[in-house]
């Protein structure tokens, strides 16, 4: 309820905004796993001055973010996110604000290197 409470107070808040502000919204994809790299993740996005709306979702791993482009880019917020241990499709995080994550929110990043050891003795 509480959470309810909130988005319907910051939506009326971004209504009165939106009128003065050139208001933007994008979607992008953050790796993640939990409700606790939920948390991490809106929190990094909206300590982004400018940014009114943050919220990811971890079954789709998508972000959407609305944000007032007079104050700031979506850039700052691919960078923020990355800084707070997540990889977007802009930015990756350092392995050290990566290794920084619980164990349970240390999502999978192997993807890029698929072909690493193709190479090495195959035997038949």
């Known amino acids: 309820m509480k959470r309810k409470m909130l988005s319907l107070l910051s939506m009326l808040l971004i209504g009165t905004v ?7 919204t994008e979607k992008f994809e953050v790796k993640g796993n939990c409700g606790m790299c939920e948390k991490r993740i809106e929190k990094a996005a909206n300590s982004v001055e400018g940014v009114s709306k943050a ?11 609305t944000f007032d482009e007079g104050k700031t880019n979506v850039h700052k917020v691919h960078m923020a996110i990355a800084k707070a241990g997540h990889d977007t499709k802009m930015h990756k995080a350092s392995d050290e604000a990566y290794e920084k994550l619980p164990g349970c929110c240390k999502y999978d990043r192997t993807e890029s290197k698929k072909d690493s050891d193709d190479h090495h003795g195959h035997q038949h």
């Open 18 to 24: 939106a009128v003065f502000a050139q208001s933007k």
């Open 55 to 65: 919220d990811w979702n971890k079954e789709t791993e998508m972000m959407t973010v």
